[in-house]
Nanobody, 123 residues
Framework: QLQLVESGGGLVQPGGSLRLSCGASGFTLDYYAIGWFRQAPGKEREGVSCISSSGGSTNYADSVKGRFAISRDNAKNTVYLQMNSLKPEDTAIYYC????????????????WGQGTQVTVSS
């Protein structure tokens, strides 16, 4: 099965920023709604944000509203997650996922998943 590829994770101090990217080689993301999810050690996977195939609709978890912004550039076949004002509780492996409908990705019913990128927020 085809996979998505995340990049942009790393170590950042509280209050800092990171921009994650989600891309795919060999197929286009134009027709897929894309979601960002995260999972910290010992915790269940949590939905962070998602965006419709056109970019016209977005959704955010309450914990990241006002701090994170999802966007996409279909010409570059890439979806971004801009993360600002990062907190230690944002530390997790972040995954992107693709689904055929916005509703499906909101529900976590994705067709394709990436391998994850580690985000660590610590002083």
């Amino acid at each position: 099965q085809l996979q998505l590829v995340e990049s942009g994770g790393g170590l950042v101090q509280p209050g800092g920023s990171l921009r994650l990217s989600c891309g795919a080689s060999g197929f286009t993301l134009d027709y897929y709604a894309i979601g960002w999810f995260r999972q910290a050690p010992g915790k269940e996977r949590e939905g962070v944000s998602c965006i419709s195939s056109s970019g016209g609709s977005t959704n955010y978890a309450d914990s990241v509203k006002g701090r994170f912004a999802i966007s996409r550039d279909n010409a570059k076949n890439t979806v971004y997650l801009q993360m600002n004002s990062l907190k230690p509780e944002d530390t997790a492996i972040y995954y992107c996922a693709a689904a055929g409908t916005f509703r499906a990705v909101v529900d976590g019913r994705a067709r394709y998943w990436g391998q994850g990128t580690q985000v660590t927020v610590s002083s």
